[in-house]
């Protein structure tokens, strides 16, 4: 379960997570975590709902407190000195409606150059964002405000305010939820493209399973443990899904084209 | 200059603590409005009349001080209730609130002295604003207004999530508690001018109506400061022209703004509404 095929050194540990406890709600939910990933892994998460996926993320980012254990990014354990190199997408995110920031400004609030955003509109700014938006074919939302968008929009929106600063590690919780087929494929375009041309490293909660088949070059099956890490080939094996889920699952077919896993996709 | 010199000089005082006071309290309406804080801006303010009380009883000529230190120790209160009970918050509000009324009315009543004392703190009184009241109205509001030009950035990302603030690299706890800090301070200061009852309409008002004319945040903002200072002003001018009160005079000239900004947003921009 170690990365013995792998010789990297400690500078190119992108995500270290050990023994990682957390309780919530009187409830353990992560208990014992060991995660190591490398710069440039496009990675994912997958496990049953309520197997500690999103509380791992959160812990990873510093927004959940563990009880023990250790989380380095970049080898760095004080994750604020971290944080700056990090985009994150949570899985949720409840906005009040009658707050009236718009797409832009949002945006533009991820920019370090743009502090002054309330003064200045820059025609750099500007192209920039647009050309972020047109991306995942969102450009004609900029200047909508952000509590009035459909979920699927505003998860393009969280997608491009994450990849904005182009981050070096990205921890994306099921990005891509509630988002339309279309959407989907361009997003996972732009992930790829993006996971060539820098060394970024990708966490992927999804559920799936076609998609982290087609797309995660490793994967952890979740648990509250690590029940299970490898090859998709290999945790989407029955017996590794199993484990994992706790029931049978039909283990997901590599042949044919990946839509429509039939029985695959665990919700 | 000849046009203010047959203006009584309490009546440029309250002019000046007006103008200051309109804008800053509207900037921070901005998000206490956005972050549903409005009730709690009338918890801190209520919780003043027992500090004011308490001022009078320790024997302080002028409970300024007292007044803002007990607003802080009502906020801390809420802040700590919420954190360690599982009190709703609306729920914890209302106790503080009431109860910090409760006792200053006792209090106020034990005094025999201080009994008038009341009405002029409930309903704002501009004649007790003095000279000194004018200095510290215009320091502060410059020290504030600064900082919170400097915040706005982390403040619209903390109000619009707070866990990507934190990721974005925002101190968001301590964020949340300077924004309190100032928010009770200035709410406490304002009491002066509109009285504990009124003064939380001078934080709600502006950007409400800023907010039916606003396509974004930026525009929500300039607006809202535009209406704080135009409601300032134009209250103490009514309030010196008709010899009416000043607190409510400001409220209603800022509730006038509210009512056009409405008809404006449905009749003439035909503005769906996102709320
Ligand atoms: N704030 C909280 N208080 C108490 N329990 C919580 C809290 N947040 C999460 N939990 C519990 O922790 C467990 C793990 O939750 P988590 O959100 O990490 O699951 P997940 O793997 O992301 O699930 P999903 O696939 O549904 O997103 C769940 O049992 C949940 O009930
Ligand atoms: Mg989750």
Known sequence: MTHTTCSHSAADIAVSVRDLRVTLGGQQVLRGVNIHLHRGQLVALIGPNGSGKTTLLRAMVGLQKPDSGDVRLFGESNLKKALPRVGYVPQRLALDRSFILSVREFLALRLRETQHWFWHRHRDTDDRLRAAMAELGAESLLDRPIAALSGGQLQRVLIVFALLKQPDLQLLDEPTAGVDSPGEESFYDLIGEVHRRHKLTVVLVSHDLSMVYRHASWVYALNGVVCCEGTPEHVMSADSLKEAYGLNVTPYQHHGHSHGPGGGTVQ | ?275
């Open chain 2, 1 to 275: 200059m000849n046009i203010f010199s047959d203006i009584e000089p309490f009546m440029l005082r309250a002019f000046a603590v007006a103008v200051v006071m309109g804008p800053l309290c509207a900037l921070l309406g901005v998000f206490v409005t956005a972050r549903r804080m409005a009730f709690f801006s009338d918890t801190i303010a209520h919780g003043a009349l027992a500090g004011i009380a308490l001022g009078f009883l320790l024997g302080f000529e002028d409970p300024t001080w007292p007044m803002v230190l007990f607003s802080l120790l009502v906020a801390a209160a809420i802040l700590w209730l919420k954190e360690h009970t599982d009190l709703l918050t609306d729920t914890i509000m209302a106790l503080l609130l009431s109860g910090s009324v409760a006792f200053g009315i006792i209090v106020l009543s034990m005094l025999k002295n201080k009994r008038g004392e009341l009405h002029r703190y409930l309903f704002g009184d501009i004649l007790s604003v003095g000279p000194d009241d004018v200095w510290l109205a215009v320091v502060l509001c410059a020290a504030i207004g600064a900082w919170l030009f400097t915040k706005l950035s982390p403040l619209a990302l903390l109000t619009a999530s707070e866990d990507l603030a934190h990721v974005c690299g925002v101190r968001t706890r301590w964020l949340n508690y300077a924004f309190v800090l100032v928010l009770t301070v200035v709410v406490s200061l304002s009491i002066r001018l509109l009285g504990i009852i009124l003064v939380t309409s001078l934080v709600v008002i502006p950007p409400a109506a800023a907010r039916n004319l606003a396509r974004n945040l930026r525009q929500q903002i300039i607006l809202s400061l535009v209406i704080g200072l135009f409601g300032g002003a134009a209250g103490t001018v009514a309030s010196y022209h008709w010899d009416i009160p000043c607190g409510p005079a400001i409220v209603m000239a800022c509730i006038a703004v509210f009512i056009g900004s409405l008809l404006v947003s449905k009749l003439w921009l035909n503005r769906p509404t996102t709320a």
